[in-house]
């Protein structure tokens, strides 16, 4: 069965230095996504992506925030200048038809920042 | 905006019983409904969903109900076992086209043997 794959499973980091998670969407799979968990709290949304461009973001994807689809695979998250606060859980979704399909989640990318 | 709520942090059952999950959300427009399941170090993993143009909907072992009057979403999980204990979420899709999921804060679901 297709799934999302996500890498690394855990990234630990300096606070000011620039992280880039990368997903691997469903292979025929047209909108993106990303979300944060951090500990103990809601999923939230981050940003979402289609046709090569963002479709929606949340307060929380400020200017630090940017997303790639570099090639035909991958679908990447960079924060810039990492910050305490940005410690968390991502986790990369997809789906076929945007609104209203079922976002099918990875496996998620811990994210230390010290 | 939509605001989504469980009705309880944790849940405790016995093995064989069934389980009911609550979740409310905010926006009478709101018309995608899915529960997801989280076991430890994973992601949500998808269990069922419901549009607004249905009230019940049935899976394997699991049952969503959607009471759109007063803003309810159930998870019901039949004979629950012990491969059930996770957080358990509800989410819902934002209405006016937007492809976003607002979640709720989740229930701890532990099953005793």
């Known amino acids: 069965e297709p799934e999302v794959t996500q890498t690394p499973s855990h990234q630990v980091t300096q606070m000011g230095q620039e992280v880039i998670l990368r997903c691997v969407p469903i292979s025929n799979h047209l909108y993106f996504y990303w979300y944060r968990q951090i500990l103990g709290q809601k999923v939230e949304f981050l940003v979402s992506f289609y046709n090569n461009e963002i479709s929606e973001k949340s307060e929380i994807f400020d200017d630090q925030f940017s997303v790639e689809r570099p090639d035909g695979s991958n679908f990447t998250l960079k924060i810039r200048s990492t910050k305490l606060e940005d410690s968390a859980m991502y986790f990369c979704?997809?789906?076929?038809?945007?609104?209203?399909?079922?976002?099918?989640f990875g496996p998620g990318t811990r994210l230390t920042v010290l | 905006g939509e605001s989504v709520g469980l009705h309880l942090p944790t849940l405790s059952v016995q093995e064989g019983d069934n389980s009911i999950i609550n979740c409310a959300y905010s926006n009478s427009a709101s018309d995608y409904f899915i529960w997801y399941k989280q076991e430890s170090g994973k992601g949500p993993q998808f269990i069922i969903d419901i549009r607004s143009n249905m009230d019940k909907r049935q899976g394997q072992r699991v049952t969503v109900l959607l009471n759109k009057t007063v803003k309810h979403l159930s998870l019901q999980i039949a004979a629950t076992q012990p491969g059930d204990s996770a957080v358990y979420f509800c989410?819902?899709?934002?209405?006016?086209?937007?492809?976003?999921?607002?979640f709720g804060k989740g229930t701890k679901l532990t099953v005793n043997p």
């Open positions: 989410a819902v899709s934002a209405q006016g086209g937007s492809e976003k999921l607002v």
């Open positions: 979704a997809s789906d076929l038809r945007g609104d209203t399909d079922t976002q099918y």
